[in-house]
Structure formats: C-alpha cells, structure tokens
C-alpha cells in the first residue's frame, strides 16, 4: 500500500478532468481525493502500487477531449490520509491561475442526442456537455461559472440539475447545460418584419424551415456561436450573386459549411490532416484544394484554386444542415469592414437589407469570435486566422521566459490581435480584425478590457509597434501613461521574427537567427515603411543585413488597392518612360499606364507627393500580377493581386534545371546594407510579355526566381554571419508557393528552417512577438 501525491499541469479545469480521474480511481479501488488549485489538479491516492500506476497510464488514454496533460509528477504523500472512499474535494482556494477554454465543437455524444427521439435533447440546438459547447463566446468574468455567463438568464430546470450534479453524467459541472424546458430558444423571423407562416413550408420547426428557405434560394442571417453569418446555398449562382451585391463584398472568398466530410469531398481534395482539423472540437475552416468541374457558384471565390470549408460547429448548425445535400456559404454578418453583428436588434438593423429572414436566438454573445482559417502545407498546419477554437488556449513559451513580468502587446493595425504575457506563457487574443474600421476599434477596446479582466491582469509593461499612427499603438500610450507603466515601442518586422521564434520554442538565449521578413509594410527603425527585411535578430536585437531597394508607393494607402500603381514605380526604376514607349509600346500594361498620365506620376514620384518609399515585397508582388493583367485596375482587400497570381502560377511547368531561364535580381551594397534591385528583372519580365509567354508561367517563373534568390542571399549572409537558422515570417509566407520553394532549397543547404503554424505569419501573429521581445529586453 502506498499513498501518493499526482500533480497535474495543462489544460486541466473545467474540461471534465476531475471526473474522470474519479472514475478511473473508482476502477481501479483507489482511496484518496482530487481537487483543482492555482497550479492545475492535484490528486492524492493511496493503494496498490502498481494499480496507481496503471491508474495514471489510464488517465493519459481516456483524458477527456478538451483537456491536456502537459506534465504530471508524482510524488509520495508525506502527510496522514484517512478516506474511505475517493472523493472530489472542493477547489482549493490559493492564488489561481486562471484558464478560459476556447469554444468547442459540438462532441459526437450530444450528436447523437439531438437525432435521437427517444433523447431530451432531441432537436435542441444549444445542448452541450463537459467535451463540447460554448466557452470564451459567453463568459463575462471569473471564476467560470454558470453565474459570470450569458446563461444565467435560464436557471436549470431539476433534470438539468441532476445531470450537472452527478460525477458519472458527461454533464457533472458543465456550465451552459440546458434544454428545451429551462434553456435558450431559436426562432426565425421575416427582414420585412411580417409574421413567418408555419404552413409555408414543410418543416419540423423553425431551425428546420432555415433549410428549406436557403434551397429555395433565400439568404438566412443566423445568430451562431461567437455571431451572425449570412447563408444561402453555395450551388445556386442566383443566390450567391445576391449575397454579394447586397453585402457590396464582390472578391474575397466566401466560407462554406457542410453536413459532412463526403459532401465536401465532392467539391475538393481532403487528406488525413485535413480531415482531423475538420473534426477537431476547434473546427476552423480548412482551406482546401478545389477540385474542378466543381457544382458550385463560381463567384464563391473568384480568382481562387482553394475553398474555405468547416463542418457544422454547433447543435443549431447540426440541426439546419441535416436535410442539406448541398454546401451552404456560411459568411460573416457584417456590413463593409465592421466586425460581425453580435446581438439581435444590431443584426436586424444592419442586415435587412442583406437577408431574407433572420434565425435568432436568446443566448447572449458575450465575446465576438469569427471563425478560424487554417490549411495545410507539406502536412505542416499553418493557421491564417485564430480565433473560435484556439483563443484563448495559452502557448507555452519557449525555456528562458519562466520568470518574466505580466506584459501586454498591443499588436498590429490590420488583423489585430494583442497578447497578454505572463509566467512562461501567452495568451493571444482572437482575431479582431482592421482597427481603422471604428466599430472594430471599440470592440478591440472591449475585448482587451475584458481579457484584462478575466485573466486577473496587470501589465508592467505595455508593448506597442513602432507606426505612430497605428490606433492600437496611440492607444497603448494612453494606457501606459494611465497606469504609470513603462511603454516599449517595439520594429514591426522584428516583431514578426520573434512570434515565428516563440511559437517555435527557440530559447531565450538564441543565438542571432536570419529572420526573413516580407509583407505588405511595417514601421522601419529609418521611418521609412519596410516590408522586404533580412534582420539578423535575436530577442533583443536586431541588425538590417539586407532589403529590397525602395520605391515610392504612389499615392500611399492607394497603391494597395491600385495594384499598377506599384507596376508604374517598378518600370520608372528600371527604364525610362521614353524607353518603354519605344520597345513596349504594342504591351498592354504599357498601354494601360499611357492613360494613367505617366508624365504627372513620375514628377509626383520624383517630388515624393504622398508616396512614401517601401522596400516592401507585398507591393512587388501586387506590381507583378498587374503586368499580367491581374487586378490591374483595382483590388477590394489587401494582397487580392497577389493571391490571384499565386493561385495561377504554376512552377511545375517550369524547366527548373536551367537558372538562366529563371529571371534576375541583382545585390548593391550601400552604408553596410545590401539592397536587392529589380531592374534587370522587369526587362526579362516584359520581354517574356512581349513573346506572349503565358501569364501563368510569368506568375510561376517570378515565384520561382525569387525563391532562388533568396536562397542566394541566405548563402551569402550566412558566410559573413554564421547563423544556423533561418525563419520565414510575414504576410507574403501565406504565399504558399514562395514559402515551399524557399523552405526547400534553404533545407537543401542544411539550414534550419522555421515557419509559423499555430500563430499567424501575417500581422495576427505580431503582437506575440511584441510580448516576447519586450519579455526580454526587461530579462537582459
Ligand atoms: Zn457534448
Ligand atoms: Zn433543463
């Protein structure tokens, strides 16, 4: 007999962890107690040895599906035992540190349930339990419970109250428990404002009658989990067409949701990975490879080889899908860049003129939470937009940051998130999208009030980006100087090199690591906008070995939406105007910029009115796709052009042997920095043009030489400075093609690559970095 001490640290409260350590002690005769505290769970046992043993190998396999076991220790129990029994003791009452789950997918048992008559739970669409259900989407304060969430308005009827109180039911402790007699209700209603007349069609209830409205092609706004979507039938080009001239959102992609893994299969290519995240409690949209002769509306999304598809998240979405042979298009409800409505009266003012009918419900949204974006390269995750699902799981942060101070980083200005730091781990807040949107901008303010709050935290440092104008700096300055703490303003691309460093667990003290960093732009130590950077960095510090020469951005915030703008000051940099009309002018970009006055735009580029310069790589590739002809004219969201021409470049076309087919860049050095100029590569670029080379080759050969490229220099740059690793961070690695053939040929060189997977390798990933390096610069 002996009697033991097991301390549990991980995801381990209010995931159902308790329960099933008694269970299993049950089983196995054990005698003895569990309980949570501010380190995790802490069991203490007394029995057979062995049976202990066996008991914790049983723990590791039937763990339930929301929780994780990072480090369990045990240790013998020094103090005196009597039980009789085993038994869950009440929370011990030290100093906690507290763990909000992120929303869960509805788990395969309450699945069951809602298809089964014979259940309860038959037909109800907010039922959840201890594996599943919503979480961060309804809590107000702490501790979590029932209390301090959107539930407290339905007070548990008494079989409720059995299940959550019986440690055997998969509903012992589960907050939001409800059902049809005590719980939340859906109800649909007209955008007209006239009464829903059961008998129009055939239905079992007003969830189910969203079915039939969307076949029959009306456009649904649903209340979901973390807010409303917008859905019509993803087959039916009529109906898709309307959402889009009604939202005015004419290009960027639409989500899709399906009743299952076969239907989506139809339409694109699904491998193994793929389908786990599907079926993850996180259940993201997976963006997948689109098969063709493909059934679906082409104006899902246009211009695109991929489709963003997820799987029913909810009972509510089970339930509307379950008769749907068809995808349905399950996109934000929002009007223009605002985030998605969150309450019913907001919904019905904004989007009846958007939807037909609105299916609401009662259950308050606490938090706004958008649905995540991931996809898989050469089995590698890579997360695009974290939000429902992962925030706020905490990451672990690499060895070295154990004992840091409480930090908050207050992120980027487009696809913000911030980032709570505390002992050896983040907390990253869901995406909360374009801060200049105003509504977005209060709901990042509430958001961020509402973190600090529920996780009991006081920064001692604020860390902001180096932009002034960024809302998200100016308003970390405010805080700063309201709480008399010290304020760090941290370089972007620096930033984006130490998220990619921390979410790949690189110790505190690294030695300096080549981060490459591209995007659309970022703040520069010269006040110039970088975006094209090879920094030699550490935590602490970084050195500019290389960039992209600069070039004005005509027009400023303009050229990200006028891709030509960017084509006019790539060709004025390589020859001059007289030139290109003399040997290009049968070209139709050369053509196209003759209407654009090009006399007016060289004088406001050599003048620098409103056209900052940028060595950012975002703008090359914008610059590229409008010589081709694509977006030339305008684009609706940053980075369109470039998507577009990845998703028509194909590399496998190429002859890759022959580096002389590829096209050239060329390396000047100047005050210690090595600027990599384009000109060379515009005159090979336009005459492939003129030799009407396919823009799709164009597209893949541009991939491909700067992929080569940049390998070159990695080469060089490592002879002079000796680092190991090298790491691929920024909006421009979504670019799948770049980030492969990069990755690949610097691994041909047996050189470390490291790349983003659970943090955003766009701007959603910078606030992370911000923490970090602030974390140690106070450190140091
Ligand atoms: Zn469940
Ligand atoms: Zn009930």
Not at 21 to 43: H, M, P, Q, S, T
Not at 264 to 279: A, G, P
Not at 363 to 369: L, P, S, T
Not at 438 to 462: R, W
Request: proline share 4%.
């Amino acid at each position: 007999m002996s009697v033991e001490e097991i301390r549990v640290k991980g995801i381990v409260q209010g995931v159902g962890f308790r329960p099933t350590v008694y269970r299993l002690a049950k089983v196995f005769g054990l005698k003895g107690d569990v309980c949570n505290d501010g380190e995790g769970v802490l069991i203490r046992v007394a029995g057979n040895e062995e049976k202990i043993t066996e008991f914790i190998n049983k723990l590791y396999v039937e763990c339930p599906p929301l929780a994780k076991i990072n480090e369990l220790l045990r240790s013998p129990y020094l103090g005196e035992l009597h039980f009789d029994d085993f038994v869950i003791s009440h929370s011990v009452n030290t100093v906690v540190k507290t763990e909000i789950s992120p929303d869960a997918a509805t788990c395969f048992q309450c699945q069951k349930e809602i298809f089964d008559p014979f259940s309860r739970y038959f037909r109800y669409p907010f039922t959840n339990c201890t594996h599943c259900g919503p979480r961060l989407t309804i809590v107000r304060a702490i501790p979590y419970d029932r209390n301090n969430t959107s539930m407290v308005k339905f007070p548990m009827c008494g079989n409720c109250e059995t299940e959550y109180q019986d440690v055997e039911n998969r509903r012992f402790h589960a907050q939001p428990v409800a059902c049809f007699k005590c719980g939340p209700s859906a109800w649909l209603e007209r955008a007209d404002g006239k009464p829903v007349i059961a008998d129009m069609f055939s239905m079992l209830d007003d969830v189910d009658a969203v079915c039939t409205l969307l076949q029959k092609g009306e456009i649904v706004a649903i209340k979901g989990l973390g807010g409303f979507h917008l859905a019509c039938d993803a087959t039916l080009e009529n109906a898709v067409l309307k959402l889009r001239s009604r939202k005015q959102r004419y290009h960027k992609p639409f989500a899709l949701m399906a009743r299952d893994i076969n239907i989506i299969s139809e339409y694109c290519e699904v491998n193994d990975l793929e389908k786990q995240l599907l079926n993850s409690p996180a259940a993201p949209i997976v963006l997948l490879k689109m098969k063709s002769n493909s059934r679906l509306s082409s104006a899902i999304a246009p211009g695109q080889n991929t489709l963003g598809f997820m799987l029913p998240y909810t009972p509510l979405h089970h339930l509307i899908l379950r008769r749907m042979k068809n995808p349905i298009v399950l996109t934000s409800g929002n009007i223009s860049d605002e985030p998605q409505c969150i309450n019913n009266e907001d919904a019905k003012e904004k989007l009846s003129k958007i939807a037909d009918y609105f299916l609401l419900h009662n259950r308050d949204i606490v938090n706004r939470v958008d649905d995540s974006v991931v996809r898989v390269i050469n089995n590698k995750i890579q997360t695009l937009r974290r939000a429902r699902g992962y925030a706020p799981a905490s990451i672990i942060l690499p060895p070295g940051f154990e004992k840091i101070p409480t930090i908050l980083a207050m992120g980027s200005e487009l696809k913000n998130t911030f980032c709570l730091l505390r002992e050896g781990e983040a907390i990253l807040s869901q995406h909360l999208g374009d801060l200049e949107n105003v509504s977005a901008f209060n709901a990042y303010q509430e958001t961020l009030n509402l973190y600090l709050n529920l996780f009991g935290h006081k920064p001692e440092i604020i860390a902001i980006d180096k932009h002034p104008e960024y809302l998200s700096s100016k308003l970390g300055k405010e805080l700063a100087i309201a709480n008399q703490v010290k304020l760090v303003e941290i370089q972007h691309h620096h930033g984006h090199i130490a998220s990619c460093m921390a979410e790949n667990q690189i110790s505190l003290d690294t030695k300096p690591v080549l981060g490459i960093a591209f995007d659309g732009l970022g703040y520069g130590e010269d006040e110039t906008l970088w975006g094209g950077e090879f920094l030699l960095a550490d935590y602490c510090q970084f050195q500019r070995l290389a960039t992209f020469k600069p070039l004005s951005m005509i027009g400023g915030e303009q050229a990200i939406y006028q891709p030509w703008r960017n084509t006019f000051s790539q060709l004025i940099n390589a020859f001059t105007w007289e030139e290109l009309t003399e040997k290009y002018s049968d070209l139709d970009i050369i053509q196209f910029l003759q209407t654009k006055n090009p006399t007016l735009l060289k004088q406001i580029i050599e003048k620098g009115i409103n056209s900052p310069l940028t060595s950012s790589v975002g703008r090359l590739f914008d610059a590229v796709a409008a010589a081709i002809g694509v977006c030339r004219e305008q684009c609706s969201y940053e980075g369109q052009a470039a998507i577009e021409m990845e998703a028509m470049g194909n590399v496998k076309i190429l002859n890759n042997d022959k580096e002389s087919l590829n096209y050239s860049f060329k390396l000047e050095k100047s005050a210690n920095i090595y600027y990599i100029d384009t000109s060379s590569t515009w005159r090979e670029i336009l005459n492939d043009l003129k030799q009407e080379i396919s823009p799709s080759e164009i597209a893949g050969k541009f991939h491909q030489s700067l992929a080569i490229f940049i390998v070159k220099i990695v080469k060089k740059m490592q002879e002079q400075h000796q680092f190991q690793q090298v790491v691929l961070t920024g909006g421009v690695f979504q670019n799948q093609i770049l980030l492969q053939q990069v990755k690949m040929g610097l691994e041909k060189l047996a050189i470390h690559v490291l790349t983003h997977s659970i943090v955003p390798t766009n701007d959603g990933g910078l606030s992370l970095g911000q923490a970090v390096i602030t974390a140690a610069r106070y450190m140091r």
